[in-house]
């Protein structure tokens, strides 16, 4: 028998645990990321984990950890694997090595609107699915930034101009992307964007408008030409393990809000696409079109990263963008 301060403890433990007293204890997920909270995925993230934690009237609590406090970018897969984190968010351009075709996401120029976009998706999914569920990691949903243009110091007419240019990269896509432009590549997470451009330690990127407004980066930079030059996704994935702990109704909700919060996140990328820019501008940048020349040269060596992508990838890559050029 259990006496009355003892059946006290049990009683709130009980009680702290939720609806799913009698059933699985409530569950907690720590969900890494290595952006800010408050940047686009963030502030979805955040909503995902607010309507989770009402449909399941607390079963499941989901805690944002940002900015790779608990784990950067680079070690998200390791990291998720290993169960320092239940899930996480990561580039899917920065998982090439474990994931090839996540890599399609990089490929210049092949993916030109959002509609592209989700072609992309539809086709890659089930095919970066299967790898990550033999590392026993679930994906829940991807949601792209906008286009990636190309920001500079100075204006940039032709290809030669970049040369020997601090171009900022991220991971070894875009180092690549870099190096065929003849780019310096200086490798910086987002969040140290901001910073580096004020220190005058950068002098062109390729990212999204709104990595350019997150990061201010108007003091340093002052044009942006939106060549729209790729789409990358971030990718939201969860440990088997823990989907698993759930209960039959929580797993549904989770399932359910990823759905929603994918949706909800295109829908967000799309609108800050267009107000990203416009904030550019406000700000006093100058927002132009490529010339033609530039614009062939960026086009001749799309054509080389991709021949390069599709042989490094192996043959799923053929497969995938003959399923994404012929398919709905
Ligand atoms: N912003 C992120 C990734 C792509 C983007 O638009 C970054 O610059 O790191």
Redesign the pocket.
């Known amino acids: 028998m259990l006496d009355r301060r003892q059946s006290c403890a049990w009683l709130a433990g009980a009680l702290a645990a939720g609806p799913a007293w009698g059933g699985n204890p409530a569950q907690a997920w720590r969900l890494a990321t290595g952006y800010r909270a408050d940047s686009l995925h963030g502030l979805n993230l955040q909503q995902f984990a607010a309507e989770l934690a009402q449909a399941s009237q607390g079963a499941l609590r989901i805690t944002l950890r940002p900015e790779g406090s608990l784990l950067p970018l680079g070690r998200m897969l390791a990291g998720l694997a290993a169960g320092e984190a239940e899930a996480g968010e990561a580039?899917m351009t920065g998982l090439v090595k474990e994931l090839p075709l996540a890599g399609a996401d990089s490929v210049p120029f092949i993916v030109r609107s959002y509609a592209d976009a989700r072609r992309l998706w539809r086709h890659q999914r089930p095919l970066i699915e299967a790898p990550l569920a033999a590392r026993g990691l679930r994906v829940l949903m991807a949601v792209p930034?906008?286009p990636?243009g190309l920001f500079s110091r100075k204006p940039i007419q032709g290809i030669e101009d970049l040369r020997g240019l601090a171009m900022r990269t991220?991971n070894s896509t875009t180092e690549r992307i870099a190096q065929l432009l003849g780019a310096r590549a200086v490798d910086l997470?987002?969040i140290q964007?901001g910073q580096a451009v004020a220190e005058g330690r950068l002098d062109t990127m390729i990212?999204?408008a709104?990595?350019g407004v997150e990061n201010k980066v108007w003091g340093g930079l002052k044009h942006f030409y939106p060549v729209n030059a790729w789409f990358?996704k971030n990718l939201l994935l969860v440990r088997e393990q823990a989907f698993a702990r759930l209960d039959d109704s929580t797993r549904a909700q989770v399932l359910q809000a990823a759905s929603a919060a994918e949706a909800r996140g295109w829908a967000a990328s799309e609108r800050a696409a267009q107000a990203s820019v416009d904030t550019l501008r406000a700000k006093g940048m100058q927002i132009e079109p490529v010339s033609t020349e530039l614009a062939q040269a960026l086009r001749r060596l799309g054509e080389k990263f991709s021949l390069e992508w599709v042989r490094s990838a192996g043959p799923d890559a053929n497969q995938l963008f003959i399923a994404y050029f012929t398919q709905t």
């Open positions: 580039i930034w906008p990636q991220y997470p987002m964007v990212t999204s709104v990595t990358p």
